[in-house]
């Protein structure tokens, strides 16, 4: 018998009646609750170890938002207690959500009886060691956050790029840095500000592809009180903000022609005027640019200022894809196993060999931030100490038969397979959120303006 104090709640008195007679002779107390809207009650009289929480109640069958709404409850109520989900076959996306906002672990419905009391243990046992490293780990992650270049740039490719940035980074020279969505851009710029003499200072980012035309000049400008009806105040812009350190532009291909011009007279001036005001301030900005266009091309056609990427590309820092470079895959991978293993207290440890070919022949569409993605949910999903392939949803790779080539026989239903599972999990996440470009934006991490370009192709 083990010490540990377990709740389930679920609507099904089968399932409550089964589970009962199943845990109480392995664990020290068994509650069960039907009525979910007990829980706060529950939970605030009771230091419960263990919630195992069913997602679907009878109000609301198919979308577990409820099951959401109570996860949510149980631990803004207490922090610290592990919430398993019992879900059903076919909801495992929802449990992978559901684990990304805090859930401890799921157990599928009908369970195999050790797989569960294996679940509760674990979560026990991470409860344990969360409060136990609590304080400490709190002051550790503060001391990290302080740290300079605490975030690493992995990859062999990416000693280069670290290199230039440690030969430009004490420059104030203009940097525009190239790759497409989720090559590590944002990294980069990160990087540079930290390896600078400004690093004490502030770096500000701005997305700035995403800020519609009346926004735009209050934003990265400011404002003063009464230039427009929302105006209550004055309000420095991003420009100001960054005064002394360094301002992040990123998407900067997306400007529209007044965008641009407004942009380089800033640039030019090295001043800014808030709008409604005729006094204009000086700012001393380092200023990093970043995009995923073919900006000599908008030149060409007439659609970007030669004059504004002059100014922007001092420095010109061009991050490949990660397809094209297939050495970065593996440490990546290496990386975020460790990384998330840690997070979700899963005792993942390796990856099977197989797997590995086949990750390294993928295309990685969304580059990096596919692969973090990837890896998070697979560590999720695993059920034993190594990733296989069953917990990567990388369906088409899984049939690749031989090498590289096999890939670029068929690269088109490969995407075509690959785009479907992005547009459903776009759906499932603005379903969840109520459209919230903010929030879908933060749970599948994206940028805002990534996400809109998506939701645009897919004609959501
Ligand atoms: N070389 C790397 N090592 C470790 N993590 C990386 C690396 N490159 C990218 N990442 C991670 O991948 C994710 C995407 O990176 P980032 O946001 O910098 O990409 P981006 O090019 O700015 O994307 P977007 O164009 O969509 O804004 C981030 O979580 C980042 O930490």
Redesign the pocket.
Known sequence: MQEGKILIVDDDPDVLLAAKLLLKRHFSVVDIEKNPERLPFLVGNNSYDVIILDMNFTRDVNSGKEGFDWLDRILDLNAQVAVILFTAYGDVEMAVRAIKAGAADFVLKPWQNDKFLETIRLAIEGKRNREKSDDESGRKSKAAAKRPGS?????PA?RPVLETVERVAPTDANVLIL?E????????AREIHQQSNRRDKPFVSVDVGALSETLFESELFGHVKGAFTDAREDRAGRFEEAHGGTIFL?EIGNLTASQQARLLTVLQQRQVTRVGSNKPRAVDVRLIC?T?ADLNERVADRTFRQDLLYRINTIELP?PPLRERQD?IVP?IE?FLKLYSKQYNRPVTSINPALVSQLRQYRWPGN??EL?HAVERAVILARGNVLEPADFALKATATVGGPDNSLRDNPVRETMQLEDMEKQLIQQAMHKHQGSITDVAKEL???RQ?LYRRLEKYGL
């Open positions: 975030q690493t740039l992995i990859g990416m790759g969505n989720g090559t590590g851009k944002d990294l980069v990123d970043a995923n991050l970065d990546l990386h990096v931030r973090q991490g994206l940028s990534a």
